[in-house]
């Protein structure tokens, strides 16, 4: 995937805005991500599952919270949250958080070849608020929880090994996570008005049982570059870890977090905002704010978790109003690529594709009843960009 270098200023027809505090300066830039027309084409009316789509996809509801997964006797768990999925012979696994505290956990849905549910099982038990995460290189699922002095537990898809809980990847009120395999590190995301970006360097690649946990500081203005700098205690008590290092890099609310390409994007839901780190260079952008859309609507109302698709289109999870997924495109055009009708009082989380890429899975994490124990997990199959 190849994307063109977005604006590290906003800068309007001329003008210069504000990111950040810092005012930035750069007419040779491009702008963030506008909205323009989905390269899926517009949405059509609600199908059978109250989900508006493009033409040639379908949706089916692959399990409810508090009911049995069709065709197995598990019960599926409340508030679905981040999910991942993973090869599994000829089928895959689709695994989901469970955003509840107490109890919290893990849950997963295994299918065939052809997309029928085969079974579904608990992963890990007994953690608090598990919101999102992120797959490892080795087939592992690091659930995070979104909790004041929160663990990462790295978790068996399969079941068959014990959860272990990685003290040595900090404690905070964790959300996100997205491995690199180029760099060998693993980059994390703080639910926090004050929130820093992380990441973790493992001691030896593929063990997360020791080593060093790091922290953004932003570096010259007119850069926009970064460095890491370590946190001298990522037990994160009795001082937390966002306020050890000093000229770290605040941001809003960090959200999902996702990586490909010497690019990692995060999302932060107090402003509205998806970032880009150039890990080639170490210099961060804006990839889009809905506060510098320059015409039409802002398409996005509350950003969560992300993921990407082999065409480097991005898809991001609503946390607001809107309950859509929007796709942003390696050109930076944003727009709706799915919206589910009637569920205000949810929103939208866990979006995965299956291997092949064909299959996008995500959950209207309080779609029913509009309480935790509402929760919708779907498939989207179609013809995705590849």
Same mark, same amino acid.
């Given at each position: 995937? !190849?994307? &063109? ?34 390269? +899926? ?22 399990? *409810? ?25 000829? %089928? ?29 099982? *608990? $992963?890990?038990?007994?953690? &608090? ?23 990462? +537990? ?8 014990? /959860? ?22 693993? +980059? ?26 790091? $922290? ?25 870890? &966002? ?41 961060? !952008? ?30 991001? /999870? ?5 309950? !859509? ?21 949810? !929103? ?8 092949? %890429? ?29």
């Amino acid at each position: 995937m !190849e994307r &063109r270098t977005l604006l590290r200023a906003a800068v309007l027809g001329g003008s210069t805005a504000v990111l950040g505090g810092t005012l930035w300066r750069g007419a040779a830039y491009a702008a963030p991500a506008q909205p323009g027309a989905s390269p +899926y084409g517009p949405l059509g009316a609600p199908d059978a599952n109250g989900i508006r789509l493009p033409s040639g996809f379908t949706s089916r509801v692959i399990a *409810r919270s508090g009911q049995r997964v069709s065709g197995t006797s598990y019960t599926w768990h409340n508030a679905p949250d981040g999910g991942a999925c993973y090869t599994d012979g000829t %089928g895959w696994i689709y695994v989901s958080n469970s955003e509840i505290n107490p109890s919290g956990g893990a849950s997963a849905v295994k299918f065939s070849s052809t997309g029928a549910i085969t079974s579904a099982y *608990r $992963v890990l038990s007994n953690t &608090r608020q598990n919101c999102a995460g992120g797959k490892t290189p080795w087939n592992t699922w690091l659930s995070c929880e979104e909790v004041s002095l929160g663990y990462v +537990y790295e978790t068996d898809p399969w079941g068959v090994n014990a /959860a272990v809980r990685r003290d040595a990847m900090g404690r905070f009120k964790h959300e996100a996570a997205a491995a690199d395999p180029v760099r060998k590190v693993i +980059y994390l995301t703080e639910d926090e008005s004050n929130g820093r970006f992380y990441r973790f360097v493992p001691t030896t690649w593929g063990n997360l049982s020791s080593g060093t946990l790091q $922290v953004m500081v932003a570096g010259s203005a007119a850069s926009g570059s970064f460095t890491w700098a370590n946190v001298p205690d990522p037990d994160g008590s009795p001082t937390t870890t &966002r306020t050890q290092v000093s000229g770290s890099k605040s941001f809003n609310g960090g959200e999902g977090c996702h990586y490909a390409d010497d690019t990692v994007w995060f999302t932060t839901k107090g402003d509205n905002r998806v970032w880009q780190l150039n890990l080639t260079n170490n210099t961060y !952008e804006l990839a889009y704010d809905d506060s510098l859309v320059t015409s039409g609507t802002a398409p996005l109302t509350g950003v969560d978790n992300i993921t990407g698709s082999s065409s480097g289109d991005l898809f991001v /999870a609503e946390d607001g109003g809107n309950m !859509e997924i929007c796709v942003i495109t390696p050109a930076d055009v944003i727009a709706p690529f799915l919206r589910v009708d009637n569920q205000s009082g949810s !929103e939208i989380t866990g979006p995965a594709f299956s291997p092949d %890429g064909t299959r996008l899975y995500f959950s209207s994490q309080r779609g029913t009843s509009g309480s935790s124990s509402g929760g919708i997990t779907y498939e989207v199959k179609g013809p995705f960009r590849s």
